[in-house]
């Protein structure tokens, strides 16, 4: 039976694979030996999806039941060709594979990468990963022959990398049995990609431990021989592994061109049975916080892939790559029902618990190596704190922070306990967006004048997580910029009395023309024990969101109304002395200055006056005075 071959058809690129093709032509990256490692990983995973498949249809592996890739070169042609036994694909998978690019973050990616330098784009292209296309970086012309396992139709893309390619159905026996051939025309600046002792060298030093066996045929009436046994890294002891040989499995199953910061090998026994092979990156990938925020371990059945969207590790350990091959899971499981089986869960808390314990030793043993994946993850890891609340104490004692004393380091919250002052009952700390902005916010003042240390918070997530977080060691965490500042009970370094407060009935009575002056647009007016120096001061009430989080709320749209703040006064500032003592003189210059002091305490706490237009009269109008005008 004979089937009508279909007319070729010309389609254009993606736009967004259209861009990231300039770059591969016009390559800003200059390893360019890259891209054997990129087919043959992509080569690897179709064999492994056609394991996966075999499981339910062993029909589809017919009697070619030994899945490898088959590497073939010509140098008299300069052709190149990664050859695969794996799933293959139909027409439909051609144009979604090869013509778009799913993956979450790429238009994103792609702007930071026109934006940066030419070194700085040539690193962004390491962390994303260059997969099929980074072919035209060698290549003047790629050539896909495939045909989908069990199919009885055969296809053939083609491209130059120039903004469209064609896809042409071909005889079946110009394609695979089954599985992919992927066919590169080299330019002759590659050529040596068909050398013999090049391609076994790359191939041994970046695709070694795929887990599929590698054989290379070096010239066209060559032998076929195996350079790579396909045997799985990961049932390995690790002392039987070198860590070169962790670093190039790492590129392979991550994707990423950095050494890894940390790897974590263990074999878990007991009541479930399972490899792990994870690894920590020494450098933040670009999609770590993209707003699907999924993990990227790869789940195995006894060396089988299964899938790389289960749920192995919390959303806040997302950064990790690896690999998990479980020896009890059902093969013939749906991937559905193996993300609700019992099993997945014991395993999901036992990696977990593990990848935390180790980075809680390296803490304590490596603190240098621990402090840089701090600064990479630690925004993330953070997102436990809100999160995992079985974990929180756990998290609490990993996380690091930056604090009114800490300089340039880190800080644990032991030290921070370790270190609080006599008469201190609590964790204070301080939420914003900007380190330099909260280090010079008023509300610090009397902590500063005490030798209270603050921790500093400025990622997102750490307004959320502090709300939940009740103690740590018994002690309650407390925002500068909320509620009382409760500093009584602690002395100033140079006296060994309290501190007094300086109310005066004249200063009294200024507090309350001001609070009835100002009306609704504040809960209270009172007078401060947290300012030192600066007149004024905005915090919000003891119950209630912190100013910070109605911020965030606010931006993203999740905050109907705000609630308004508390204005506090220093009664011991030079300039409020003096407008205290002037008495119920000029009514008008008086709710002036009332509102003034409002809008600058707004001001200090980043917000803009509440009228500008009535703020600008209102200083004319005090400038004016001040001139005798």
């Not at 076929?224 to 070198?242: M, N, Y």
Request: with cysteine; charged share 30%.
């Amino acid at each position: 039976m004979t089937t009508e071959i279909k007319e070729p058809e010309t389609l254009s690129f993606e736009a967004d694979v259209a861009r990231l093709l300039h770059m591969m032509v016009h390559s800003v990256y200059s390893d360019r030996d890259v891209f054997l490692r990129e087919l043959i990983s992509n080569a690897a995973d179709a064999c492994e999806k056609l394991r996966y498949e075999a499981i339910a249809r062993p029909e589809l592996l017919a009697d070619d039941p030994k899945l490898g890739i088959t590497v073939v070169a010509n140098p008299d042609t300069k052709v190149l060709a990664i050859e695969d036994n794996g799933i293959g694909m139909s027409r439909a998978d051609l144009v979604e594979a090869l013509g778009t690019i799913a993956r979450s973050g790429t238009k994103a990616f792609m702007e930071r990468i026109e934006a940066a330098k030419a070194g700085e784009g040539a690193e962004l292209i390491g962390q994303f990963g260059v997969g099929f296309y980074s072919a035209f970086m060698v290549a003047e012309k790629v050539e896909v022959f495939t045909r989908l396992a069990g199919a009885q139709e055969a296809w053939r893309w083609t491209s130059d990398g120039k903004g469209s390619y064609e896809v042409a159905q071909v005889a079946l026996d110009e394609a695979p049995t089954r599985g992919t051939r992927v066919v590169l025309h080299l330019m002759e600046d590659a050529k040596e990609y068909t050398q013999p002792y090049q391609l076994e060298r790359l191939i041994k030093n970046q695709s070694g431990h795929v887990p599929v066996p590698i054989s290379l045929i070096d010239k066209p009436d060559g032998e076929k021989r195996e350079v790579a046994d396909g045997s799985a890294l990961w049932v390995r002891s690790k002392t039987e592994v070198k860590p070169e040989e962790y670093t190039d499995f790492y590129k392979s199953v991550s994707g990423n061109f950095d050494e890894p910061a940390a790897t974590i090998h263990f074999r878990a026994e007991g009541r479930q049975e399972y490899n792990v092979l994870a690894f920590i990156p020494s450098m933040r990938p670009f999609d770590l916080f993209d707003p699907d925020r999924k993990g990227r371990m790869k789940l195995y059945v006894r060396r089988v892939f299964i899938t790389d969207e289960a749920d192995i590790l919390p959303r806040y350990l997302r950064f990790v790559r690896g690999l998990v091959d479980s020896a009890d899971l059902p093969l013939n499981l749906s991937r559905e029902m193996i993300q609700e089986s019992p099993l997945l869960a014991a395993i999901r808390k036992g990696v977990t618990n593990r990848i935390l314990g180790d980075l809680a030793k390296m803490a304590e043993n490596d603190a240098d190596t621990f402090t840089k994946i701090w600064e990479n993850f630690g925004a993330v890891i953070k997102e436990g704190l809100y999160e995992d609340w079985d974990r929180k104490e756990q998290l609490l004692k990993l996380s690091r922070f930056h604090t009114t004393t800490s300089g340039d380091g880190w800080r644990s919250l032991a030290d921070y306990v370790g270190g609080m002052k006599e008469g201190q009952k609590a964790i204070y700390y301080m939420t914003g967006d900007d380190r330099a902005r909260l280090e010079s916010s008023p509300q610090l003042e009397g902590f500063k004048a005490r030798g209270i240390e603050v921790l500093l918070l400025t990622d997102p997530v750490d307004s959320f997580w502090v709300s939940t977080a009740p103690f740590f060691e018994g002690k309650p965490f407390k925002s500068v910029t909320q509620g009382t500042a409760d500093l009584k009970d602690i002395p100033l370094p140079d006296s060994d009395e309290k501190p007094k407060e300086e109310m005066t009935p004249e200063m009294a009575t200024f507090i309350a023309f001001m609070k009835s002056t100002l009306g609704d647009a504040v809960i209270d007016v009172r007078a401060s024990d947290r300012l030192t120096e600066s007149a004024v001061c905005l915090v919000a009430p003891e119950h209630g969101p912190d100013r910070q989080i109605e911020r965030l709320l606010s931006a993203a749209g999740r905050l109907e109304t705000a609630s308004k703040p508390i204005l506090e006064i220093n009664p011991r500032n030079e300039r409020i002395r003096k407008l205290a003592a002037q008495g119920e003189g000029d009514l008008a210059f008086r709710q002036d200055v009332a509102h003034l002091l409002f809008d600058e305490a707004r001001i200090l706490d980043g917000d803009k006056p509440v009228d500008p237009r009535a703020f600008s009269e209102r200083l004319a109008r005090v400038v004016a005075r001040g001139f005798g005008a």
